[in-house]
């Protein structure tokens, strides 16, 4: 009689739980310490609440965005710096039409715009903040990207 082998069946369920996890956006970071937005509707909220638009370029597959989450979930200083803001998530891949219109070119990348739409500029060069950390707890990354939130809104508070 031939033996049963539940291990090739469980490699196999494995294998395809990873491939729908990728194609359907299936992740380990469904719940988010701060609300993300639609386009549309993060800049409604952004022109009623007279706050800037962060507008996060990402993509599930990016071991670095999924760093910044981690770090996200984990640090109250970032979460209260990304408060101070409505966060716009674009899908690097999904949507890269709507990401290459914002001028990004990878993920992890964080574009600033005033709530008309119109990008931020900071001593004349747009403020935008590429990449973060190739792991999670880097206390380095995570102050250089709160620094440069900072920046941005010092520099609206003082339009």
Same mark, same amino acid.
């Given at each position: 009689?031939?033996?049963?082998? %539940?291990? %090739?069946?469980?490699?196999?369920?494995?294998?395809?739980? @990873?491939?729908?996890?990728?194609?359907? @956006?299936?992740?380990?970071? /469904?719940?988010? %310490?701060?609300?993300?937005?639609?386009?549309?509707?993060?800049?409604?909220?952004?022109?009623?609440?007279?706050?800037?638009?962060?507008?996060?370029?990402?993509?599930? =597959?990016?071991?670095?965005?999924?760093?910044?989450?981690?770090?996200?979930?984990?640090?109250?200083?970032?979460?209260?710096?990304?408060?101070?803001?409505?966060?716009?998530?674009?899908?690097?891949?999904?949507?890269?039409?709507?990401?290459?219109?914002?001028?990004?070119?990878? =993920? %992890?990348?964080?574009?600033?715009?005033?709530?008309?739409?119109?990008?931020?500029?900071?001593? @004349?060069?747009?403020?935008?903040?590429?990449?973060?950390?190739?792991?999670?707890?880097?206390?380095?990354?995570?102050?250089?990207?709160?620094?440069?939130?900072?920046?941005?809104? /010092?520099?609206?508070?003082?339009?």
């Amino acid at each position: 009689m031939k033996e049963k082998r %539940p291990l %090739p069946i469980f490699a196999m369920a494995l294998v395809l739980f @990873g491939v729908a996890a990728i194609f359907f @956006g299936v992740n380990e970071y /469904e719940e988010y %310490p701060i609300k993300f937005y639609s386009l549309e509707e993060g800049f409604k909220v952004a022109k009623m609440e007279n706050k800037l638009v962060l507008v996060y370029i990402h993509s599930d =597959t990016c071991y670095v965005c999924r760093a910044f989450l981690e770090d996200l979930s984990k640090y109250e200083d970032l979460q209260k710096t990304f408060e101070k803001f409505v966060v716009v998530k674009v899908d690097f891949l999904t949507e890269r039409a709507l990401a290459v219109k914002f001028g990004a070119t990878g =993920t %992890p990348e964080f574009h600033v715009f005033y709530p008309n739409g119109t990008p931020m500029k900071i001593n @004349g060069v747009r403020a935008v903040y590429i990449g973060y950390a190739g792991s999670p707890d880097d206390e380095k990354a995570r102050k250089s990207l709160i620094s440069f939130l900072e920046t941005a809104l /010092e520099s609206y508070d003082r339009r």
